[in-house]
Protein backbone atom coordinates (compact mmCIF):
# COMPACT_ATOMS: atom_id res chain seq x y z
CA UNK A 1 0.00 0.00 0.00
CA UNK A 2 1.55 3.29 -1.15
CA UNK A 3 0.51 6.11 1.51
CA UNK A 4 1.90 9.58 0.35
CA UNK A 5 2.74 11.70 4.19
CA UNK A 6 2.75 15.30 5.33
CA UNK A 7 4.18 16.68 8.75
CA UNK A 8 3.58 20.13 9.45
CA UNK A 9 3.42 20.47 13.00
CA UNK A 10 6.56 22.92 13.50
CA UNK A 11 8.71 24.47 11.55
CA UNK A 12 9.50 21.70 9.15
CA UNK A 13 7.01 21.11 6.10
CA UNK A 14 8.19 17.49 4.92
CA UNK A 15 6.24 14.81 2.70
CA UNK A 16 7.33 11.67 1.87
CA UNK A 17 5.54 8.67 -0.17
CA UNK A 18 6.24 5.29 1.49
CA UNK A 19 5.21 1.89 0.62
CA UNK A 20 4.00 -0.81 3.38
CA UNK A 21 5.08 1.43 6.31
CA UNK A 22 9.27 0.72 5.65
CA UNK A 23 9.91 1.14 2.09
CA UNK A 24 10.73 4.76 1.52
CA UNK A 25 9.83 5.74 -2.20
CA UNK A 26 10.68 9.47 -1.95
CA UNK A 27 11.22 12.24 1.07
CA UNK A 28 11.12 15.99 0.62
CA UNK A 29 12.11 17.87 3.76
CA UNK A 30 12.13 21.91 3.67
CA UNK A 31 13.36 23.14 6.63
CA UNK A 32 12.75 26.80 8.32
CA UNK A 33 15.54 26.44 10.63
CA UNK A 34 17.03 29.69 8.66
CA UNK A 35 13.90 31.64 8.82
CA UNK A 36 13.80 31.26 12.33
CA UNK A 37 17.23 31.27 13.23
CA UNK A 38 17.44 34.95 14.15
CA UNK A 39 14.80 35.00 16.28
CA UNK A 40 16.45 32.42 18.38
CA UNK A 41 13.20 29.94 17.80
CA UNK A 42 9.98 29.24 16.32
CA UNK A 43 7.68 31.84 15.11
CA UNK A 44 4.21 30.62 14.80
CA UNK A 45 3.17 32.93 12.66
CA UNK A 46 5.97 33.05 10.04
CA UNK A 47 6.13 29.02 10.55
CA UNK A 48 2.22 28.52 9.10
CA UNK A 49 2.90 31.47 6.38
CA UNK A 50 5.84 29.60 4.86
CA UNK A 51 4.30 25.79 5.21
CA UNK A 52 1.62 27.31 3.16
CA UNK A 53 4.27 28.59 0.39
CA UNK A 54 6.01 25.48 0.35
CA UNK A 55 2.91 22.88 1.17
CA UNK A 56 2.38 22.26 -2.44
CA UNK A 57 5.91 22.06 -4.32
CA UNK A 58 7.06 19.77 -1.36
CA UNK A 59 3.94 17.31 -2.61
CA UNK A 60 4.65 17.57 -5.93
CA UNK A 61 8.52 17.05 -5.44
CA UNK A 62 7.85 13.75 -3.46
CA UNK A 63 5.29 12.81 -5.86
CA UNK A 64 8.15 13.33 -8.88
CA UNK A 65 11.57 11.59 -7.14
CA UNK A 66 8.65 8.78 -6.41
CA UNK A 67 7.97 8.78 -10.31
CA UNK A 68 4.56 8.38 -9.35
CA UNK A 69 1.41 10.80 -9.93
CA UNK A 70 -1.70 11.37 -7.71
CA UNK A 71 -3.73 8.32 -8.92
CA UNK A 72 -0.88 6.21 -7.77
CA UNK A 73 -1.60 7.21 -4.10
CA UNK A 74 -3.94 4.81 -2.00
CA UNK A 75 -3.91 7.03 0.78
CA UNK A 76 -2.91 10.53 2.62
CA UNK A 77 -1.97 10.57 6.22
CA UNK A 78 -1.41 13.90 7.88
CA UNK A 79 -0.14 14.40 11.28
CA UNK A 80 -3.01 15.66 12.82
CA UNK A 81 -1.29 16.99 16.26
CA UNK A 82 0.28 17.83 18.80
CA UNK A 83 1.75 20.86 16.97
CA UNK A 84 1.52 24.51 16.46
CA UNK A 85 -2.36 25.26 15.49
CA UNK A 86 -1.59 27.55 12.66
CA UNK A 87 1.18 24.83 11.17
CA UNK A 88 -1.31 21.96 11.79
CA UNK A 89 -4.06 23.57 9.98
CA UNK A 90 -1.98 24.54 6.39
CA UNK A 91 -1.02 20.18 6.64
CA UNK A 92 -4.13 18.90 7.26
CA UNK A 93 -6.22 21.24 5.23
CA UNK A 94 -4.34 19.98 2.48
CA UNK A 95 -4.52 17.00 3.25
CA UNK A 96 -8.45 16.96 3.37
CA UNK A 97 -8.42 18.86 0.06
CA UNK A 98 -6.17 16.18 -1.36
CA UNK A 99 -8.44 13.27 0.24
CA UNK A 100 -11.36 14.78 -0.94
CA UNK A 101 -10.33 15.77 -4.78
CA UNK A 102 -8.69 11.85 -5.11
CA UNK A 103 -11.51 10.48 -3.10
CA UNK A 104 -9.10 8.27 -1.13
CA UNK A 105 -9.05 7.50 2.63
CA UNK A 106 -7.40 10.41 4.53
CA UNK A 107 -5.64 9.06 7.81
CA UNK A 108 -4.74 11.49 10.94
CA UNK A 109 -1.30 10.69 12.96
CA UNK A 110 -0.32 11.42 16.27
CA UNK A 111 3.33 13.15 16.16
CA UNK A 112 5.04 11.65 18.67
CA UNK A 113 3.72 8.47 17.98
CA UNK A 114 4.80 8.82 14.76
CA UNK A 115 8.21 10.05 16.61
CA UNK A 116 8.29 6.59 18.37
CA UNK A 117 7.55 4.83 14.78
CA UNK A 118 10.54 6.51 12.98
CA UNK A 119 13.14 4.07 15.16
CA UNK A 120 10.67 0.75 13.80
CA UNK A 121 10.84 1.95 10.43
CA UNK A 122 13.33 -0.64 8.19
CA UNK A 123 14.16 -2.17 11.80
CA UNK A 124 12.73 -5.40 13.66
CA UNK A 125 9.79 -4.47 15.28
CA UNK A 126 10.13 -6.69 18.47
CA UNK A 127 7.43 -6.10 21.71
CA UNK A 128 7.33 -6.07 24.19
CA UNK A 129 9.28 -2.98 24.19
CA UNK A 130 10.66 0.17 25.52
CA UNK A 131 10.07 3.56 23.91
CA UNK A 132 11.41 6.46 24.76
CA UNK A 133 10.58 9.80 22.92
CA UNK A 134 12.93 12.52 23.41
CA UNK A 135 12.10 15.60 21.17
CA UNK A 136 11.77 19.73 21.26
CA UNK A 137 8.42 19.17 22.30
CA UNK A 138 8.50 15.61 24.67
CA UNK A 139 10.42 13.53 26.78
CA UNK A 140 8.53 10.69 27.57
CA UNK A 141 8.93 7.26 28.29
CA UNK A 142 6.46 4.68 27.30
CA UNK A 143 5.38 0.60 27.57
CA UNK A 144 5.18 -0.61 24.01
CA UNK A 145 2.65 -3.87 23.47
CA UNK A 146 2.62 -3.59 19.94
CA UNK A 147 2.35 -0.58 17.28
CA UNK A 148 -0.87 1.15 18.55
CA UNK A 149 -0.73 0.09 22.35
CA UNK A 150 1.13 1.88 24.40
CA UNK A 151 1.18 2.34 28.19
CA UNK A 152 2.74 5.81 29.48
CA UNK A 153 5.07 4.89 32.23
CA UNK A 154 6.63 8.38 32.69
CA UNK A 155 6.71 12.09 31.10
CA UNK A 156 8.39 15.36 31.65
CA UNK A 157 6.82 17.31 34.56
CA UNK A 158 8.30 20.76 33.31
CA UNK A 159 10.59 21.37 30.02
CA UNK A 160 10.97 18.51 27.22
CA UNK A 161 14.61 17.60 26.68
CA UNK A 162 15.20 19.20 23.61
CA UNK A 163 13.78 22.38 25.20
CA UNK A 164 16.55 22.58 27.92
CA UNK A 165 19.11 21.87 25.20
CA UNK A 166 17.82 24.64 23.24
CA UNK A 167 17.46 27.03 26.26
CA UNK A 168 20.80 25.73 27.73
CA UNK A 169 22.58 26.89 24.22
CA UNK A 170 20.42 30.06 24.50
CA UNK A 171 22.32 31.10 28.01
CA UNK A 172 25.43 30.01 26.32
CA UNK A 173 24.91 32.70 22.86
CA UNK A 174 25.25 29.73 20.72
CA UNK A 175 21.90 29.97 17.56
CA UNK A 176 18.95 28.10 17.35
CA UNK A 177 18.51 25.14 17.53
CA UNK A 178 20.62 24.38 20.32
CA UNK A 179 21.24 20.80 20.44
CA UNK A 180 23.70 20.16 17.77
CA UNK A 181 25.84 23.18 18.77
CA UNK A 182 25.53 21.96 22.48
CA UNK A 183 26.69 18.18 21.39
CA UNK A 184 29.59 19.88 19.06
CA UNK A 185 31.35 22.16 21.91
CA UNK A 186 30.77 18.96 24.75
CA UNK A 187 33.22 17.20 21.86
CA UNK A 188 35.67 19.47 24.02
CA UNK A 189 34.81 19.80 27.18
CA UNK A 190 34.59 17.84 31.17
CA UNK A 191 31.20 16.21 31.77
CA UNK A 192 32.21 16.11 35.37
CA UNK A 193 33.84 19.35 35.75
CA UNK A 194 30.37 20.70 36.72
CA UNK A 195 27.73 18.17 39.45
CA UNK A 196 24.95 18.90 37.31
CA UNK A 197 21.89 16.89 37.79
CA UNK A 198 18.44 16.57 36.18
CA UNK A 199 15.54 16.88 39.00
CA UNK A 200 13.68 13.78 40.52
CA UNK A 201 10.18 13.73 40.70
CA UNK A 202 9.01 12.28 44.58
CA UNK A 203 6.90 9.15 44.28
CA UNK A 204 7.35 9.05 40.58
CA UNK A 205 10.43 7.36 39.58
CA UNK A 206 10.33 7.51 36.15
CA UNK A 207 8.91 11.02 35.35
CA UNK A 208 11.57 13.55 34.10
CA UNK A 209 12.37 17.47 34.96
CA UNK A 210 15.02 19.38 33.43
CA UNK A 211 13.59 23.04 34.58
CA UNK A 212 16.06 22.68 37.78
CA UNK A 213 19.01 21.73 35.84
CA UNK A 214 18.65 24.52 33.69
CA UNK A 215 18.79 26.47 36.58
CA UNK A 216 22.19 24.70 37.98
CA UNK A 217 23.55 26.15 34.52
CA UNK A 218 22.41 29.29 34.89
CA UNK A 219 23.71 30.01 38.29
CA UNK A 220 27.28 28.62 37.04
CA UNK A 221 27.54 31.26 34.47
CA UNK A 222 26.53 33.83 37.40
CA UNK A 223 28.99 31.99 39.61
CA UNK A 224 32.23 30.89 37.30
CA UNK A 225 32.24 33.44 34.63
CA UNK A 226 35.61 32.24 34.00
CA UNK A 227 34.37 28.74 33.69
CA UNK A 228 34.83 26.77 29.68
CA UNK A 229 31.57 27.10 28.41
CA UNK A 230 32.79 23.27 26.93
CA UNK A 231 32.92 21.99 30.13
CA UNK A 232 29.34 23.26 31.17
CA UNK A 233 27.89 22.39 27.04
CA UNK A 234 29.41 18.73 27.96
CA UNK A 235 28.38 18.27 31.68
CA UNK A 236 24.81 19.86 31.05
CA UNK A 237 24.61 17.04 28.28
CA UNK A 238 25.78 14.49 30.51
CA UNK A 239 23.29 15.29 32.90
CA UNK A 240 20.42 15.52 30.66
CA UNK A 241 21.44 12.09 28.98
CA UNK A 242 21.67 10.57 32.33
CA UNK A 243 18.48 10.72 33.36
CA UNK A 244 17.18 9.32 30.32
CA UNK A 245 20.13 6.28 31.09
CA UNK A 246 18.86 6.22 34.68
CA UNK A 247 15.32 5.29 33.77
CA UNK A 248 16.32 3.04 31.47
CA UNK A 249 17.94 0.68 33.54
CA UNK A 250 15.64 1.32 36.23
CA UNK A 251 12.78 -0.65 34.41
CA UNK A 252 15.63 -3.04 33.58
CA UNK A 253 15.16 -2.34 29.60
CA UNK A 254 15.66 -5.09 27.44
CA UNK A 255 14.25 -3.80 24.10
CA UNK A 256 14.03 -0.19 23.42
CA UNK A 257 13.29 2.13 20.70
CA UNK A 258 14.49 6.07 20.55
CA UNK A 259 12.96 8.86 18.49
CA UNK A 260 12.51 12.51 18.27
CA UNK A 261 14.88 14.84 17.43
CA UNK A 262 17.29 14.41 20.78
CA UNK A 263 18.04 10.98 19.02
CA UNK A 264 20.26 12.96 16.40
CA UNK A 265 22.79 13.08 19.59
CA UNK A 266 25.89 10.85 19.27
CA UNK A 267 26.28 10.80 23.30
CA UNK A 268 22.78 9.33 23.67
CA UNK A 269 23.25 6.92 21.23
CA UNK A 270 26.91 5.69 22.76
CA UNK A 271 25.36 5.95 26.01
CA UNK A 272 22.52 3.70 24.99
CA UNK A 273 24.38 1.29 23.54
CA UNK A 274 26.88 1.21 26.39
CA UNK A 275 23.85 -0.95 28.56
CA UNK A 276 24.10 -3.55 26.16
CA UNK A 277 20.19 -3.95 25.30
CA UNK A 278 18.98 -4.40 21.97
CA UNK A 279 18.41 -0.69 21.11
CA UNK A 280 17.24 1.04 17.69
CA UNK A 281 17.50 4.08 16.60
CA UNK A 282 15.65 6.59 13.50
CA UNK A 283 18.06 6.88 10.60
CA UNK A 284 19.39 10.38 10.76
CA UNK A 285 16.74 11.78 8.13
CA UNK A 286 14.06 10.06 10.71
CA UNK A 287 14.80 11.75 13.46
CA UNK A 288 13.89 15.20 13.27
CA UNK A 289 10.42 15.97 12.10
CA UNK A 290 9.63 14.17 8.81
CA UNK A 291 6.53 13.18 6.80
CA UNK A 292 8.19 9.40 6.51
CA UNK A 293 7.69 8.63 9.77
CA UNK A 294 3.89 9.78 9.60
CA UNK A 295 3.23 7.77 6.30
CA UNK A 296 5.15 4.95 7.76
CA UNK A 297 2.60 4.69 10.88
CA UNK A 298 -0.29 5.26 8.53
CA UNK A 299 -0.05 1.73 7.24
CA UNK A 300 -0.43 0.48 10.79
CA UNK A 301 -3.97 2.76 10.78
CA UNK A 302 -4.63 1.86 7.45
CA UNK A 303 -8.20 0.47 8.81
CA UNK A 304 -9.05 2.73 10.98
CA UNK A 305 -9.32 6.00 8.15
CA UNK A 306 -11.39 9.41 9.23
CA UNK A 307 -13.87 9.53 6.26
CA UNK A 308 -12.05 13.61 6.04
CA UNK A 309 -13.37 15.61 8.32
CA UNK A 310 -9.73 15.61 11.13
CA UNK A 311 -9.05 18.32 13.60
CA UNK A 312 -5.85 20.05 14.47
CA UNK A 313 -5.26 19.32 18.21
CA UNK A 314 -2.21 20.97 19.73
CA UNK A 315 -2.17 18.86 22.54
CA UNK A 316 -3.24 15.25 22.20
CA UNK A 317 -1.43 12.20 24.46
CA UNK A 318 -1.33 9.40 21.91
CA UNK A 319 -1.23 6.83 24.45
CA UNK A 320 -4.87 7.73 25.82
CA UNK A 321 -5.84 8.25 22.69
CA UNK A 322 -4.99 5.32 21.31
CA UNK A 323 -4.96 3.21 23.86
O1 LIG B 1 11.64 16.04 17.18
P1 LIG B 1 11.99 17.43 16.82
O2 LIG B 1 12.38 17.72 15.41
O3 LIG B 1 10.84 18.42 17.15
C1 LIG B 1 9.78 18.19 18.03
O4 LIG B 1 8.81 17.46 17.68
O5 LIG B 1 9.87 18.74 19.15
O6 LIG B 1 13.16 17.84 17.81
C2 LIG B 1 13.80 19.07 17.78
C3 LIG B 1 14.71 19.12 18.99
C4 LIG B 1 15.30 20.50 19.27
O7 LIG B 1 15.07 20.82 20.61
C5 LIG B 1 16.78 20.31 18.97
O8 LIG B 1 17.63 21.14 19.73
C6 LIG B 1 16.97 18.86 19.33
O9 LIG B 1 15.82 18.22 18.83
N1 LIG B 1 18.19 18.30 18.71
C7 LIG B 1 19.26 17.86 19.42
C8 LIG B 1 20.24 17.49 18.47
N2 LIG B 1 19.73 17.69 17.22
C9 LIG B 1 18.48 18.19 17.40
N3 LIG B 1 19.47 17.78 20.74
C10 LIG B 1 20.67 17.30 21.15
N4 LIG B 1 21.66 16.92 20.31
C11 LIG B 1 21.50 17.01 18.97
N5 LIG B 1 22.47 16.65 18.14
ZN1 LIG C 1 8.69 16.35 16.42
Known amino acids: ?35 HA ?3 GVVPELASRRHLELIDPTVLQALQDAHLSFKDIEAIAVAHGPGLIGSLLVGINYAQGLALGLNKPLIGINHIEAHLYAAMMGNPK ?34 AIGEAFDKVAKMLSLPYPGGPEIERLALNGDPYRFAFHAGRVKDFPLSFSFSGLKTQVL ?4 DHPGAKIEDIAASFQRAAIDAVIEKLTRIKATTCYLGGGVTRNNYLRARVHALGISCYFP ?14 LAYYKRN ?4 ISLKPQTRVPFFSAYA
Open 283 to 296: EPSLCLDNGAMIAG
Open 219 to 222: YTLR
Open 38 to 40: IYG
Open 304 to 307: TPQR
Open 126 to 159: VFPAVGVVVSGGHTSIIEIEEIGKYQLLGQTIDD
Open 1 to 35: MIILGIETTCDETSVAVVENGDKILSHVTCSQEQL
